[in-house]
């Protein structure tokens, strides 16, 4: 092909590829002042939804379209819709935060796209902020669980009493069977909760090998009334939130998830309070 006819292709190949990137909004800085952070609300607790609290500290509208938070330790989630922020308001993007894996820093990322008073559609990625550890509880609570469901086969009984009155006792029973798929893996103890203090003889700071070769694990959670005031029961959104301690090598210090408990066994939960503490 003459050199003259070679130019002309060219030429319009690149007209072609700039028409159909013509569409794509240009990567820019995130305006001064426009910042963002991650948090979960308490009463979201016991599910996944987390928001991104983007504040537009500018003296211009800001309208969000699109929001792709990334992290080495979950995969891509994103956000779109279309939300304009008010000079000095800030809004509250949910999302619903993928399983975790364990790993070191969250080092969130968000890529907005987004317009400003009404202009031009921008890009920007900037760093997600995770001021309360809301995101690296979660990640963290996901390793662990991972770890642990690895390493031993968790079965949870049926809860039952023992005693009367003030001075009943709410067991559950916990077996931990090793699968012999991790030799590092440990369990290190059940949490209290809000509305749950752990009680004297239950395994809240043990250390049980969960290797190849070792016994099952056969635990009694053993549970008391942290307080018995009525409004406590009456809001509460964490209190039967048990941390499960693990400790092992590629898990972070203190680690934990909650014990998965069935509808039936937090009713247990619920009505153990309720007639121990004298509010049936």
Same mark, same amino acid.
């Given at each position: 092909?003459?050199?003259?006819?070679?130019?002309?292709?060219?030429?319009?190949?690149?007209?072609?590829?700039?028409?159909?990137?013509?569409?794509?909004?240009?990567?820019?800085?995130?305006?001064?002042?426009?910042?963002?952070?991650?948090?979960?609300?308490?009463?979201?607790?016991?599910?996944?939804?987390?928001?991104?609290?983007?504040?537009?500290?500018?003296?211009?509208?800001?309208?969000?379209?699109?929001?792709?938070?990334?992290?080495?330790?979950?995969?891509?989630?994103?956000?779109?819709?279309?939300?304009?922020?008010g000079a000095t308001y800030e809004t509250d993007l949910e999302i619903t935060l993928p399983k975790g894996r364990c790993g070191t820093d969250v080092d969130a990322r968000v890529t907005f796209t987004y317009r400003v008073d009404g202009?031009?559609?921008?890009?920007?990625?900037?760093?997600? $902020?995770?001021?309360?550890?809301?995101?690296?509880?979660?990640? $963290?609570?996901?390793?662990?669980?991972?770890?642990?469901?690895?390493?031993?086969?968790?079965?949870?009984?049926?809860?039952?009493?023992?005693?009367?009155?003030?001075?009943?006792?709410?067991?559950?029973?916990?077996?931990?069977?090793?699968?012999?798929?991790?030799?590092?893996?440990?369990?290190?103890?059940?949490?209290?909760?809000?509305?749950?203090?752990?009680?004297?003889?239950?395994?809240?700071?043990?250390?049980?090998?969960?290797?190849?070769?070792?016994?099952?694990?056969?635990? $009694?959670?053993?549970?008391?009334?942290?307080?018995?005031?009525?409004?406590?029961?009456?809001?509460?959104?964490?209190?039967?939130?048990?941390?499960?301690?693990?400790?092992?090598? $590629?898990?972070?210090?203190?680690?934990?998830?909650?014990?998965?408990?069935?509808?039936?066994?937090?009713?247990?939960?619920?009505?153990?309070?309720?007639?121990?503490?004298?509010?049936?």
């Open positions: 092909m003459p050199l003259l006819g070679r130019l002309l292709v060219a030429a319009l190949l690149l007209a072609s590829l700039t028409a159909c990137g013509g569409d794509e909004p240009a990567a820019t800085r995130l305006p001064d002042g426009v910042t963002v952070h991650l948090d979960q609300s308490r009463v979201q607790r016991q599910g996944r939804v987390v928001f991104l609290r983007v504040h537009n500290g500018t003296k211009a509208p800001v309208t969000v379209e699109r929001a792709v938070l990334t992290s080495p330790r979950f995969s891509p989630v994103t956000w779109s819709g279309e939300e304009e922020i202009g031009d559609p921008r890009r920007s990625t900037t760093r997600a $902020d995770d001021p309360y550890g809301n995101a690296a509880d979660f990640v $963290d609570r996901d390793c662990a669980q991972l770890t642990l469901e690895k390493a031993a086969d968790v079965t949870v009984g049926e809860p039952t009493v023992t005693g009367t009155g003030r001075g009943s006792v709410l067991h559950v029973p916990v077996t931990m069977t090793p699968t012999g798929e991790r030799e590092d893996v440990r369990f290190a103890g059940f949490g209290s909760t809000v509305l749950f203090r752990q009680a004297p003889g239950s395994p809240a700071d043990v250390d049980v090998p969960l290797g190849r070769g070792e016994p099952p694990a056969e635990l $009694d959670m053993q549970v008391v009334p942290a307080r018995c005031d009525p409004h406590a029961l009456a809001e509460d959104k964490v209190g039967r939130l048990f941390p499960v301690k693990v400790v092992a090598d $590629d898990v972070s210090d203190n680690a934990f998830y909650f014990l998965p408990l069935t509808k039936g066994q937090r009713l247990a939960f619920f009505d153990y309070f309720r007639s121990t503490c004298g509010l049936a």
